[in-house]
């Protein structure tokens, strides 16, 4: 007989195969997949933030910065497009936060603990559906880029970057599912996600070099992991050194997956 | 009594609570809940808001953990069991728990995978329920364009898909009009013909008589008083009697009369004047009889007469002295006087 012969009662094993947290993962990202066909509307900010922006910061501050580089509009495009992949799977991995406070808002989240599945199966489908979402925004910021003029010179160099990206994504996620799990709304979970990225994204390597910053500025632009991302993420995909960027990147996933992975799922067992 | 044999400590009881504690801060949500459950039966828990109704529900689906104390549900510990208690129960919250963008069958499919059925098995649960509480027209459509009533009855289908043992139900029908309210009761009576056990959660004594054969009134997180729901009713006073005179003026003439009388040996008859009417405590058939019998004799004729039950305010008044502690918006205040006699 198949694997999934209900156990009687009584006689029932604690402990979930791997089989169950597959079929559970399934089921809850079926759900989140419906949400999309239900309310396309709620793909707008994945296909029309990487159009906006791109279009934004090439066509507004291409010019002038670009100058600035030695290279033009031209060169801008080479420059920005990198780091436009950095700070979009940033902006996008705010949605388990808001997601979950939904969750929790709406009592579904109530309906999920109390059936006998592993918690960890909800965390693990929201995050794999906001992760395919940001790969959507990412193909669609890439074709953007391509209108505008940006030349990718390697297409290993382009997938290294999306990797690093999706992986450093995967680390802030942590810090917005805690966000999800201790704020009360969604609104809130959004408002304080714009104010942990918001400096983070400006007071980086994205959208202009750094040389030009007061050298305070600086020391927080270089630690910053989002100017290390779309440093190394640049190097991958234009050429430039990479390596120490990649690892100091990569040190930033490890150590706030590390803190924050172990806080996100804490607050979400013993949440009340 | 059947007993299952693989119920560890199932001596006929579904639900066993002991001594439970828990506290939110400086609040005593439960301050030494004791409860017992007998399996195949409603246990209504009744008592304001705040009482401690959702905690209780909430420990003993295990989404919350108590201080102190312990709970089993169908022999299953809620701090050593967790995974298989939630394997027999169902529960239906306060505010509808479903999934507001997924149409109705996805819901259930969902819930019915979820809960390891086979996809064949879950859809067709998922098509036998929606029909079953009459959704199935409803049941592509998104579960945000249902009414209320609709998204209870979902709720309700949605806790019956694992075929639980022992269901809760917690104020299932706070918040609908009395139609919908009366669909509500109806589908719970049914489940419980199938021998699913119910712990129900209400603030309505109405609620309470129509659904539960045993009663548990709960206040600041303790149980003031637990019984057969006839036992308890004869304590609190049974029903009221509202007689309205027709003629207005001979409102007072007609409370004295009935005060007089004695029938009931209960409280003394009450004059309502903001609808003109008298309210006389009965505990029988026979002395509601005598009342009407009264008032006939009396000669006076009546523009309506109708039987009440008491309301939550009024339980709470008769069996502690004081009135519900939390503010009862939904139960209306009544202005009255006592008749000087």
Redesign the interface.
């Known amino acids: 007989m ?1 694997a ?1 012969t ?1 156990t ?5 094993d ?1 402990r ?1 195969p791997l089989r ?1 947290h597959l ?2 993962t ?3 990202i ?2 989140n997949l ?2 999309i066909r ?2 396309p509307e709620s793909m707008f900010d994945a296909l029309l933030m990487p159009i906006v922006f791109t279009l934004l910061f090439v066509y507004v501050f291409g010019g002038s910065i670009g100058q600035a580089l030695g290279g033009g509009q031209d060169g801008y495009v080479q420059y920005v497009i990198p780091g436009m992949i950095a700070m979009m799977s940033m902006t996008l991995s705010q949605g388990v936060g808001t997601g979950f406070s939904q969750d929790f808002n ?3 989240m ?8 592993g918690r960890g199966s909800v965390l693990f489908a929201k995050i794999s559906v906001e992760l395919t979402r940001m790969l959507f925004a990412t193909a669609v910021l890439m074709i953007v880029a391509v209108l505008v003029g940006f030349h990718i010179t390697s297409w290993t160099g382009l997938l290294g970057a999306v990797a690093l990206s999706t992986v450093f994504a995967s680390s802030i996620m942590w810090v917005f599912l805690t966000l999800g799990v201790v704020l009360k709304s969604a609104q809130s979970v959004q408002a304080m996600g714009f104010l942990v990225l918001f400096p983070l994204q400006f007071g980086s390597s994205i959208f202009a070099p750094t040389q030009s910053m007061p050298g305070w500025l600086q020391h927080f632009t270089d630690y910053n992991p989002l100017s290390t991302l779309a440093d190394a993420a640049r190097g991958l995909m234009v050429g430039g050194p990479v390596a120490h960027d990649l690892w100091i990147t990569l040190g930033w996933s490890v150590a706030i997956t590390a803190v924050m992975a172990p806080i996100a799922i804490h607050k979400f067992r013993t949440k ?1 | 009594m059947t007993r ?1 044999d ?3 400590s199932g001596a006929g009881s579904a639900v066993t609570v002991r001594g439970l504690v828990k506290h939110y801060g400086e609040t005593r949500a439960l301050d030494g809940v004791d409860l017992d459950v007998r399996e195949g039966t409603v246990m209504g828990v009744l008592g304001p808001n705040g009482a401690g109704k959702t905690t209780l529900v ?1 420990i003993l ?4 953990t108590p201080d102190t104390g312990s709970a089993t549900v ?2 299953y510990d809620v701090l050593r ?1 967790p ?2 208690l ?4 169902g ?1 239906t ?1 306060q ?9 109705g069958w ?1 819901n259930l499919y ?2 019915g ?6 996809r064949k098995t879950a859809r067709a649960r998922a098509d036998e329920l929606l029909e079953r509480f009459s959704l199935t027209e409803a049941a592509k459509r ?1 579960t945000s364009t249902y009414s209320g009533g609709m998204r209870r009855r979902l709720d309700l289908a ?1 806790s019956m898909i694992g075929r639980p ?1 022992v269901l809760f139900l917690d104020e299932p029908t706070t918040g609908l009009d009395p139609r919908t309210r009366n669909e509500v009761w109806a589908e719970v009576t049914s489940m419980v013909g199938e021998g699913v056990t119910v712990l129900l959660t209400t603030q309505y004594m109405e609620e309470a008589e129509q659904l539960a054969s045993e009663l548990t009134v709960v206040d600041r997180g303790k149980v003031i008083a637990g019984g057969a729901i006839d036992d308890l009713k004869a304590k609190v006073g049974g029903r009221t009697l509202r007689v309205r005179p027709a003629d207005p003026l001979r409102l007072r003439a007609l409370a004295a009369h009935l005060d007089g009388l004695g029938i009931t040996g209960l409280a003394s008859t009450v004059v309502d004047t903001e609808t003109g009417s008298c309210l006389v405590p009965i505990l029988s058939d026979d002395q509601l009889t005598a009342v009407v019998g009264a008032v006939t004799a009396l000669g006076v004729t009546i523009g309506s007469i109708t039987t009440e039950l008491p309301s939550l305010d009024e339980v709470f008044l008769s069996l502690t002295g004081h009135r519900a502690s939390a503010p009862q918006d939904t139960v209306p205040a009544e202005t009255r006087e006592e008749v000087a006699v």
């Open positions: 198949s999934a209900v009687p009662p009584g006689t029932a604690a979930i169950g079929r559970h399934g089921a809850l079926r759900r419906l949400w239900q309310d709406s009592g579904v109530d309906r999920f603990r109390s059936l006998p599945i009340s | 299952i693989d119920n560890p909430r689906s295990t989404l919350i169908a022999g069991q995974r298989q939630r394997r027999v129960i529960l919250g505010y509808a728990s479903v999934d507001e963008k997924l149409p996805e969902m819930i995978r979820l809960l390891d059925l086979p998104p949605a043992q």
